[in-house]
């Protein structure tokens, strides 16, 4: 017998290695989170309603139900997600959950104590306070009137937003390039920008032919100026040595500014546009409430003049998630155009 089939032979009485089988992670905050919702749902389904006047709260057994099942949902990937492959799709939602687990502990116990202090013992006064199923009737019952004030919404922001960053884009890079141009607009930017553009509302419903046309200007007038401005200081603060090396390559003045003026400042520009945004909103809201026959603020007077504190909280809503979209949208958007800057944008 050779040395090799010796060898080969000693390999092969040698006991086969042993499978070490793959550690079972539960997630114990998943725990935790499927047990406080499934207490959510056993007191709003389970804890029969106070009577406060004329209110009989609907969908309330509804609603308990409908959160015992995300209580056992919970339950099932908390226990379960360890037995997954880590590339199955359970498992990625796990992981998914497990970010937002502290929040799904949360949620349900500030939903409890809203439950109980409304529905189940009226300590909250009615018709000013209302427990969460009050929402899902609104959302049920009005939802036409709301995503038709909704879509008018985002209609009006979309018009005021886009003329206000269009204006506040252009006069930015032509101040910051210019100082003939910056000389005569520098100093309206510093008198009239800080006014808030809601003082301006009795001015504008008086020279625009519609309320529509107002909200429009005014949105874009709140727009306008921290773009101008942030455009302003990022195209001042372009490093000269970018624009040395392209007029050594020949590079004509429109060059310098399209190609790099303007790119240099786009972190600057965002950061304008998320600015002006968050004062758009205020304004929105404001020329909705004063003048304009529909949107979300619209919706919240008309709810407000009929006593209906739950719409009102149904509308607050719908327009907290709206705006948060919008800004989500930005930030998608800002870091789809900065890729060529990842990591140095912080924001």
């Known amino acids: 017998m050779t040395t090799n089939q010796s060898t080969l032979n000693a390999r092969l009485a040698q006991p086969a290695p042993r499978t070490v089988a793959p550690r079972v992670t539960v997630w114990p905050t998943g725990i935790v989170a499927a047990l406080a919702w499934g207490v959510f749902g056993a007191v709003t389904w389970r804890w029969p309603n106070k009577m406060a006047g004329f209110n009989d709260w609907a969908y309330t057994e509804e609603l308990g139900i409908v959160v015992l099942g995300v209580s056992a949902a919970l339950l099932l990937l908390a226990l379960a997600g360890g037995y997954a492959s880590r ?27 809203w439950e109980i202090l409304t529905a189940k013992m009226a300590i909250l006064p009615t018709p000013f ?87 429009v200007f005014l949105i874009a007038l709140a727009t306008a100026f921290p773009v101008a ?84 909280y149904a509308a607050l809503i719908v327009m907290a998630l709206l705006f948060s979209g919008v800004i989500t949208l930005l930030f998608a958007v800002r870091d789809r155009a900065l890729s060529w800057q990842k990591g140095t944008v912080k924001w």
């Not at 992981?95 to 502290?102: F, K, N, S, V, Y």
């Not at 009050?134 to 919404?153: K, P």
């Not at 930015?172 to 100082?179: E, L, M």
């Open 229 to 312: 401005v942030l455009t302003w200081s990022g195209v001042a603060g372009v490093n000269k040595s970018y624009y040395d090396v392209a007029r050594t390559m020949g590079a004509s003045g429109w060059f310098l500014v399209l190609r790099v003026a303007i790119p240099a400042a786009l972190p600057q520009v965002f950061v304008g546009l998320f600015m002006g945004l968050g004062a758009s909103f205020s304004v929105l809201v404001t020329a909705e409430m004063m003048g304009v026959k529909s949107g979300l603020g619209w919706y919240l007077t008309w709810a407000q003049g009929w006593a209906s504190y739950v719409n009102m």
């Open 87 to 113: 590339s199955g799709p359970l498992q990625h939602a796990v992981a998914t959950l497990r970010a937002a687990g502290p929040w799904l502990v949360a949620l349900p116990l500030v939903f409890t104590a």
């Open 129 to 215: 306070f209302a427990p969460p199923q009050a929402l899902i009737e609104v959302y049920l019952d009005d939802w036409q009137r709301l995503g038709d004030s909704a879509f008018n919404t985002l209609k009006l922001l979309g018009l005021g937003v886009g003329y206000g960053a269009l204006a506040g884009f252009l006069i930015g890079v032509s101040i910051g390039w210019s100082r003939r141009i910056g000389y005569w607009i520098h100093p309206v930017l510093r008198v009239l920008g800080p006014l808030p553009s809601t003082a301006l509302l009795p001015l504008t419903f008086y020279f625009f032919p519609s309320s529509y046309s107002a909200a």
